[in-house]
Structures are given as structure tokens and as C-alpha cells.
């Protein structure tokens, strides 16, 4: 809603702008003298400037260019009472936005104005976005994948439509919610955050929608509610896929009205927010399996953010490490540290699926650990990290000969370990010279060295002879 500033010296025109101003909700104030007005936009910031031309004091289009000038860039509306084709150009050039005429209808004008501001809307947007280059905010990271969310925050910011941001869980959803509104225009009004899987059943409705004393027992005094508390701001839905279907329907006519009534009241508030949703479920096979409303993924996904997860983007790895572990060492009042290779080379080969959240823990984590030590090593690590990378490593290891023991309690001792290990391997060797010379002995005996009795024997007792026999019968 918008301040508008009305300069005319008729009280009836006067009264007939003032109507249409506040029918759509705008604040008025009136100026009747030159002077006056000038005083008036200088005190004060005008989304809009009705200007008559006839005025008391002179001619209210040498006004013109002072308002124009002002740094809230109010759009002039010049009113006048006569049709004077040379003044309406002269006032255009000079920067009014229309020419109306005061014979012109209570809809034609209220159209007009709302035009005019809209103009200004859009107008400021863009040059918000031009001037200031995004605000990453804690935002750390310069992978590909990590940029394009970036970019798209600066285009969802300049926009005003509702935003679903997935990933899985510590990805930075809130991150990312908190700098797309930021960098909106409504930066200077609450973000409010709901987290709808810590919402109670009993509680939601009053917490969301507010509620009235004596609403309910315990309502020992009124609430305004989540969703007035964001007027003018943002609604940040955490986990929206927890919401139960009662409160999705609710939800949903909340964002097709943009009203709620608080329990208990019979009167209707309206708010104007910005609707910001999260969630790492997979709301499309919720849909599917109807436990989440298809109308409410709609309106909620009307432009969608999908944050990909650390492993993903393994290039920001490094430095988000760095950051938390400077970060971690100012808090403990730790000389800095630094990291060393291999570790670094642990942290990149891990999966992370608690994301950017589970490496904030581990970086806190080595350091403690580490205390005084200037560098970093993977040992300083949680041990469930370590242990995970050295399996995944043993597992993808193509020369491994057996299973990686369950425990430590089965190792075999490393003589009994050998022993079978070259049990493995002859048994391998046999198989692969029988099958290349085709079972023939006198050259298997010559590329092996071996005698032929000696042959015979090791065939036997690893089972190829009888394994050629069984194959071949
Ligand atoms: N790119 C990043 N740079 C710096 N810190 C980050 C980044 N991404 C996430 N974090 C940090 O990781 C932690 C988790 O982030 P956030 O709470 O935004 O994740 P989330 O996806 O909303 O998690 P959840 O699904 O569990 O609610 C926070 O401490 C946040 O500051």
C-alpha cells in the first residue's frame, strides 16, 4: 500500500481522489497551496503526487520538476480542470506520469493511479537489482551447481510469487529462503519461519492463525499467529511435506485469500506475505499418494529451487571446511589451522548425507579435538567418517581377495591370513593356465614349471581337474 500526496485547492476533487486512494487502500495527505506540497514531499515519501495545475499560489506544473526530483521517485499524476493539450506534454516531458482530467471517471483515475504504481513497483525492483549485486549472505561455495542456485536467488528475489526450495536434509534451504528474501524487497520485514514438523496437532492452528483470549482453554491472552506476524514479509514453511492435510486446506485458502481469522474472532485481517516453502521429502509421490494436496504443490511451487547435495558438488568441499574450522577457532579462541592433504582428500571422499550441516559438525568436532595442533589431520575426525571413507576405499579397491571382516574379532592372524591368501591365488592360477592352454598338459607344465606329477597334484587338490570333468560330462 502506498502514501499518495493530493495537491489541489477544489475540496471536492480533492475529496473524490482522496476515495479512490483509500478504496484501495493507500494513505492520504492533502495539500492545497504550492508551498504546502512542496513542504509536504519533502517531509515525506509518496508512492503518488496528484498535482493540480491551477493553483493559489501559481502554476503547479513549475512544481513538477522538484517532485520529480525527490530520491523516492513518486509518480505525478497532473489534474487539471481544463483540456490543455500543450500544458500535458509539457508536464510529460518534465516527468509527470499522465494527464488527467478532473471531468474523467472515479474508475478511470483509480485506474490510473494504480498503473502508476505498479510502474514504480517494477521500476524500483529492477533498479534494486541493478545497483546492488546479490547479497550472498553466509553463502559459501563457487561449484557450478552451487552458482546456478545462486543465480536463480537473484531472479526469485526480484520476483514476488511463492518459491518450493527441496534438497536433502543440511543442503541450506533456510539458507537459501533467508537470502531470496534478503535480496527482495522486503529485506526490512520479518522472515518468519514455521517449522511445520514441530508444529503440535493441538497448538498449529493458534501458533499459524492467531487466536482470540479465551479462544480456548489455556488461550489466557491473544496471540497475533505466524502467518499476520510475516505481513509485509516473508513466510518461510520449513518441512512443508509435515503438514497435516487439515492444515493444508487451511493453508490453502489462506494463500488464495490472503486473510485469516485468528480462533475465537470473527473478524478477517489480511496479510501480505511472501510465501516460502522447504521440505526433503518428494512431494510429487506424496501427491500421488495422497497425503499432500496436488492444489497446494500448485500454488506453493509456482517457481521451484532445488539445492543439490555436498557430494554433488565436491569443488566446495575445501572451502566450506576452511570457513568452519576459522569460524570454529575464533569461537574457541584457537590460534587458525589449516588442513592437510589427505584429510582433505577423506572429506572429499566421503558421502555426506547429513550435507553441508554434518561438515559444519565435523570440521567443529576436529577442532576440538586438534586443540592446539596447527594443522588438521583425518584423524581428528569423527571416527564414523573415518571409518566409512576407509570401507567405501577397501570396497571400491579392485585387488581386494576377501570381504571386508564385519569386525575386528574375526581378523585371522596375519600367518593364517597368508596362507589362505595364496590358497586364493593358486587356485586362481591353475584355473586361468588350464583354461588358456586348453587343457593341455605338456605346455601348462612348461609355462608353469611345473612337474607333471606336481600338476596333477595341485589340480587335484584345489578341485580344477574335477571341475574340468564335471563341466565336460
Ligand atoms: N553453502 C553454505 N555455506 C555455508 N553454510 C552453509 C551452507 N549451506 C548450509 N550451511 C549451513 O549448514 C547448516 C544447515 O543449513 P540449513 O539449516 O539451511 O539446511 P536445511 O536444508 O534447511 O536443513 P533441514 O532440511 O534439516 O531443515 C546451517 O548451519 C547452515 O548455516
Known amino acids: 500500500m502506498a502514501r499518495v500526496l493530493i495537491i489541489d485547492d477544489d475540496p471536492t476533487i480533492s475529496y473524490t481522489l482522496a476515495r479512490v486512494a483509500r478504496r484501495s487502500g493507500h494513505e492520504v495527505d492533502?495539500?492545497?497551496?504550492?508551498?504546502?506540497?512542496?513542504?509536504?514531499?519533502?517531509?515525506a515519501e509518496y508512492g503518488a503526487i496528484f498535482l493540480d495545475v491551477i493553483?493559489?499560489?501559481?502554476?503547479?506544473?513549475?512544481?513538477?520538476?522538484?517532485?520529480?526530483?525527490?530520491?523516492?521517485?513518486?509518480?505525478?499524476?497532473?489534474?487539471?480542470?481544463?483540456?490543455?493539450?500543450?500544458?500535458?506534454?509539457?508536464?510529460i516531458v518534465n516527468g509527470a506520469w499522465e494527464y488527467i482530467q478532473?471531468?474523467?471517471?472515479?474508475?478511470?483515475?483509480?485506474?490510473?493511479?494504480e498503473r502508476a504504481l505498479r510502474h514504480?513497483?517494477?521500476?524500483?525492483?529492477?533498479?534494486?537489482?541493478?545497483?546492488?549485486?546479490?547479497?550472498?549472505?553466509?553463502?559459501?561455495?563457487?561449484?557450478?551447481?552451487?552458482?546456478?542456485?545462486?543465480?536463480?536467488?537473484?531472479?526469485?528475489?526480484?520476483?514476488?510469487?511463492?518459491?518450493?526450495?527441496?534438497?536433502?536434509?543440511?543442503?541450506?534451504?533456510?539458507?537459501?529462503?533467508?537470502?531470496?528474501?534478503?535480496?527482495?524487497?522486503?529485506?526490512?520485514?520479518?522472515?518468519?519461519?514455521?517449522?511445520c514438523a514441530a508444529l503440535p496437532e493441538t497448538l498449529a492452528e493458534g501458533m499459524l492463525f492467531g487466536h482470540c483470549k479465551g479462544a480456548f482453554t489455556g488461550a489466557d491472552r491473544e496471540?497475533?499467529?505466524?502467518?499476520?506476524?510475516?505481513?509485509?514479509?516473508?513466510?518461510?514453511?520449513?518441512?512443508?511435506?509435515?503438514?497435516?492435510?487439515?492444515?493444508?486446506?487451511?493453508?490453502?485458502?489462506i494463500l488464495q485469500e490472503r486473510t485469516v481469522r485468528p480462533l475465537g474472532g470473527?473478524?478477517?485481517?489480511?496479510?501480505?506475505?511472501?510465501?516460502?516453502?522447504?521440505?526433503?521429502?518428494?512431494?510429487?509421490?506424496?501427491?500421488?499418494?495422497?497425503?499432500?494436496?496436488?492444489?497446494?504443490?500448485?500454488?506453493?511451487?509456482?517457481?521451484?529451487?532445488?539445492?543439490p547435495p555436498l557430494r554433488e558438488r565436491q569443488e566446495d568441499i575445501q572451502e566450506l571446511a576452511q570457513v568452519f574450522v576459522d569460524s570454529f577457532c575464533a569461537q574457541y579462541g584457537l590460534a587458525e589451522k589449516l588442513l592437510d592433504a589427505e584429510l582433505q582428500d577423506v572429506l572429499r571422499s566421503y558421502s555426506w548425507p547429513g550435507n553441508v550441516r554434518e561438515l559444519r559438525n565435523a570440521m567443529n568436532f576436529a577442532v576440538t579435538a586438534a586443540r592446539h595442533e596447527p594443522l588438521l589431520y583425518s584423524q581428528h575426525l569423527p571416527q564414523e567418517i573415518r571409518i566409512a571413507?576407509?570401507?567405501?576405499?577397501?570396497?571400491?579397491?579392485?585387488?581386494?581377495?576377501?570381504?571386508?571382516?564385519?569386525?575386528?574379532?574375526?581378523?585371522?592372524?596375519?600367518?593364517?591370513?597368508?596362507i589362505e591368501a595364496y590358497r586364493v591365488i593358486e587356485s586362481q592360477y591353475?584355473?586361468?593356465?588350464?583354461?588358456?592352454?586348453?587343457?593341455?598338459?605338456?605346455?601348462?607344465?612348461?609355462?608353469?614349471?611345473?612337474?607333471?606329477s606336481r600338476l596333477y597334484a595341485l589340480l587335484k587338490e584345489h578341485k580344477v581337474l574335477q571341475n574340468k570333468t564335471s563341466a565336460s560330462s
Open 430 to 452: 591353475l584355473a586361468d593356465l588350464m583354461t588358456l592352454t586348453q587343457w593341455n598338459i605338456k605346455e601348462a607344465c612348461e609355462i608353469s614349471g611345473l612337474s607333471r
Open 55 to 91: 493553483l493559489p499560489d501559481g502554476d503547479g506544473l513549475t512544481l513538477l520538476p522538484e517532485l520529480a526530483a525527490h530520491s523516492y521517485q513518486p509518480m505525478i499524476l497532473i489534474i487539471t480542470g481544463a483540456a490543455e493539450p500543450d500544458g500535458a506534454a509539457n508536464a
Open 389 to 418: 571413507v576407509t570401507c567405501g576405499r577397501m570396497e571400491a579397491s579392485p585387488a581386494r581377495l576377501f570381504p571386508l571382516p564385519e569386525s575386528k574379532f574375526e581378523l585371522p592372524s596375519l600367518h593364517d591370513y597368508r
Open 30 to 43: 492533502f495539500a492545497r497551496t504550492l508551498g504546502e506540497g512542496r513542504d509536504c514531499a519533502q517531509n
Open 223 to 253: 496471540r497475533k499467529g505466524l502467518v499476520l506476524e510475516a505481513d509485509g514479509g516473508t513466510l518461510f514453511l520449513d518441512e512443508i511435506g509435515e503438514l497435516s492435510l487439515e492444515l493444508q486446506k487451511k493453508f490453502l485458502r
Open 266 to 307: 470473527a473478524q478477517e485481517y489480511s496479510s501480505d506475505f511472501r510465501l516460502i516453502a522447504a521440505t526433503n521429502r518428494n512431494i510429487e509421490d506424496m501427491v500421488a499418494a495422497e497425503t499432500f494436496r496436488s492444489d497446494l504443490l500448485y500454488r506453493v511451487k509456482e517457481l521451484h529451487l532445488p539445492l
Open 102 to 113: 478532473k471531468s474523467a471517471s472515479i474508475s478511470h483515475i483509480g485506474q490510473a493511479l
Open 120 to 195: 514504480r513497483e517494477k521500476q524500483r525492483a529492477a533498479a534494486q537489482n541493478q545497483e546492488k549485486p546479490l547479497s550472498r549472505e553466509k553463502i559459501v561455495g563457487n561449484s557450478p551447481a552451487l552458482n546456478r542456485a545462486l543465480g536463480m536467488v537473484e531472479q526469485y528475489a526480484a520476483s514476488e510469487v511463492n518459491v518450493l526450495i527441496t534438497g536433502e536434509t543440511g543442503v541450506g534451504k533456510e539458507m537459501f529462503a533467508r537470502a531470496i528474501h534478503n535480496n527482495s524487497r522486503r529485506q526490512r520485514k520479518p522472515f518468519v519461519v514455521v517449522d
